[in-house]
């Protein structure tokens, strides 16, 4: 048996990227966690060694300033060992409407969520062609098909990651794909602060908005990010080999009943 394999994930402190982290570490994958705050991940490394991760390392930057990732990427590298799949992962801009937001607004998303995907690609791609194998799956959203309204800044951001990894899976070489998935309601800190924003500024709570969303589901609840993670780590293997380019929705339904 060969060695096992490296992965990446972008904001593994919490949330989705958190659980992805743990996912891979149970599947005995080594695993570098990402993320802006140091203490958070030095609290994970325990865990992720505990779950049976073959090897952990950290990485504490910040995807908002693209410029550094790919030194963080060659520190990676020379910790574990080449990188075999990326998990692009980070938190989403402030909500509001998309007239209300100054241009600053969209130029910080996308240095955070564009320009930190492409310095990432371009650290890592090369590498996995040489290799023969890589993977490259951006946490997105289910706005990539239908805008969700307050946040607009965020769903014109996700727009041009969608298309930038779509001609990015064109552009791969065999064995290196690219896709993305997109989590809708999901229990995170992301959603609880969404919650508490749509509650102050419709005089409710966020109780009752978070109970509205799970209403609005087919599945009828908010989802885990367990199973996000999922998904994440089969797109990341070897039997999702002949997937590329696609954009699967984890939102218990959300699409299918707009």
């Known amino acids: 048996m060969g060695q096992a394999r490296h ?16 996912a891979f570490a149970r599947e005995g ?3 570098t966690a990402l993320a802006r705050r140091a203490e958070r991940l030095e609290a994970l490394v325990p865990e992720l060694a505990a779950a049976g991760a073959a090897g952990v390392g950290v990485a504490v930057a910040d995807l908002a300033a ?11 590298e020379a910790a574990l060992g080449p990188v075999d799949a990326l998990v692009h992962n980070t938190g989403g801009p402030a909500g509001g409407r998309l007239l209300d937001a100054p241009w600053a607004n969209f ?4 240095a955070a969520h564009l320009g930190s995907l492409h310095a990432l690609c371009q650290a890592l791609v090369p590498g996995m062609g040489a290799r023969g194998y890589g993977r490259v799956v951006a946490v997105m959203s289910t706005s990539v098909y239908e805008p969700i309204a307050g946040l607009g800044v965020s769903n014109s951001t996700r727009a041009a990651v969608a298309g930038y990894l779509k001609t990015l899976a064109d552009e791969l070489p065999a064995g290196v794909t690219a896709n993305g998935v997109l989590p809708g309601y999901t229990d995170t800190e992301r959603l609880d602060a969404l919650a508490g924003a749509r509650a102050a500024a419709a005089g409710s709570d966020a109780a009752a908005v978070r109970a509205a969303w799970a209403q609005s589901v087919p599945e009828g609840r908010l989802g885990r990010p367990d199973e996000t993670a999922a998904a994440i780590v089969f797109l990341c293997g070897p ?10 929705p984890v939102d218990g339904g959300r ?3 707009i």
């Open 107 to 110: 130029a910080a998303a996308h």
């Open 7 to 22: 992965v990446l994930v972008c904001g593994a402190s919490a949330g989705i990227g958190r659980a992805a982290a743990l």
């Open 29 to 31: 994958w080594r695993v």
């Open 66 to 76: 693209p410029e550094g990732l790919a030194a963080v990427v060659a520190r990676a």
């Open 239 to 248: 039997s999702a080999g002949y997937i590329r380019g696609v954009f699967l």
């Open 255 to 257: 699409l299918r009943s």
